[in-house]
């Protein structure tokens, strides 16, 4: 273990001396010396006593990435991290102790998911298909915001929406927020990721020629239950997932009510649906009340239905409709409620939004009932010029 006078210029020329590995301490700095390894790589590290008098190593670098002068001045800092009591190994250790994020999400997130998320298998998938192979392997502390953000961004350039992307995103900054609540990590990387603008409001409204042939449709075909299905969700704007786990015990039919649980709700909330006559008239073509617990019951499993898709994308092209989304009867139920006088108000109460913000998207719906109700005054004031005004002698 020689102790000498290091150069930057002689650092090349060291050698192991023939040993497996040799330590060069330098003779200006105690506690800095290069080790010299016998296949030619050269290394930094600084030698110190901790406060339980323990000797610890800690690694600088590779004398190839840093030169003496930056070896120097780490290891000062270094030694006046030690002075002021602190333990520069023991911080490293505790560095390389942080889980991967692939751990974190199989070990911690993914249970508590489950028990708090109904979506938490879209969650799985999200980080299935693309999160994993990005940043999985990579420990908690060790991701970065531009890791985060190139990630984000390389989601969009893949081809997916922008809200696609933005779901990924979302996903790891929710992950890392959890991290952070249960003492495992102190920042979060993600936190300020801008998310990219999302252009998926998307709806489509049938005309009166189109309700009536998928009207017809859903009277006719041979699969009764799904028809039923398909006509109970466009009288009451219900979503897919609320109307196929809906049971008798949520029904009144005396009180013409639907209450939709809050463990079934998008909002969590319980909320009540009026029953119309349409969807009374849905209720009562069931057999399955007084038989099973569930209204809708597949008659070939004796089972709830979980999808419906497959008898529905037949439906919809036997309509003439074949890019009908089930979620559009929803906002064909909403048109009906707006178009029939119907405010804003009662439109967000009875399909359930916690944001009055996503009912606007049927203001100009709203617009069209408020000009028609304009027009109407309009002819009044028109249809009174044209009377003759008696003249007064």
């Not at 060069?24 to 105690?30: H, I, M, R, S």
């Not at 017809?216 to 009288?235: G, P």
């Not at 949520?250 to 939709?260: A, C, G, S």
Request: hydrophobic residues 40%.
């Amino acid at each position: 273990m020689p102790v000498i006078h290091l150069t930057q210029s002689m650092i090349s020329e060291l050698t192991s001396q023939g040993k497996r590995r040799i330590e060069y301490c330098d003779k200006d700095l105690a506690g800095l010396f290069l080790e010299v390894r016998e296949t030619g790589q050269s290394t930094w590290y600084f030698r110190y006593r901790d406060v339980n008098s323990h000797t610890q190593t800690t690694k600088l670098g590779g004398s190839i990435d840093i030169t003496l002068a930056q070896a120097r001045s780490h290891a000062k800092s270094l030694r006046a991290e030690v002075a002021l009591g602190g333990n520069p190994r023991a911080d490293e250790k505790a560095a390389k102790a942080v889980i991967t994020l692939d751990d974190f999400f199989n070990d911690h997130y993914l249970a508590y998911a489950k028990s708090h998320k109904r979506s938490w298998a879209r969650d799985e998938e999200l980080y299935r298909l693309r999160i994993k192979a990005v940043l999985g392997n990579k420990r908690l502390n060790q991701i970065t915001r531009l890791q985060v953000q190139n990630f984000h961004a390389s989601v969009l350039n893949e081809g997916l929406a922008a809200a696609s992307a933005n779901h990924h995103a979302k996903l790891i900054r929710r992950m890392f927020n959890l991290a952070i609540s249960w003492d495992m990590l102190e920042k979060n990387p993600a936190s300020r990721i801008q998310m990219f603008e999302e252009d998926n409001k998307q709806e489509r409204y049938m005309n009166d020629a189109q309700l009536g042939n998928l009207l017809e449709v859903l009277r006719t075909d041979s699969c009764r239950s799904v028809c039923l299905i398909t006509m109970f969700l466009l009288a009451t704007g219900c979503r897919l997932g609320e109307v196929l786990s809906a049971t008798w015990s949520q029904v009144d039919k005396e009180k013409r009510v639907f209450r939709v649980l809050a463990s079934n709700s998008k909002s969590k909330r319980m909320r009540p649906v009026p029953l119309n006559f349409t969807a009374i008239t849905v209720l009562n073509q069931l057999d399955s009340e007084g038989v099973h617990d569930n209204l809708f019951i597949n008659k070939k499993t004796k089972l709830p239905y979980v999808s419906i898709a497959k008898v529905w994308d037949k439906l919809r092209k036997k309509a003439g409709l074949p890019h009908l989304r089930l979620h559009d009867l929803r906002h064909q139920a909403a048109s009906h409620l707006i178009n029939s006088g119907s405010s804003l108000y009662i439109v967000q109460q009875i399909l359930g939004h916690s944001d009055p913000s996503v009912t606007q998207r049927y203001a100009h719906l709203s617009m069209k009932s408020l000009n028609d109700a304009s027009d109407n005054a309009s002819a009044i004031i028109k249809g009174a010029m044209k009377q003759e005004v008696p003249v007064v002698v």
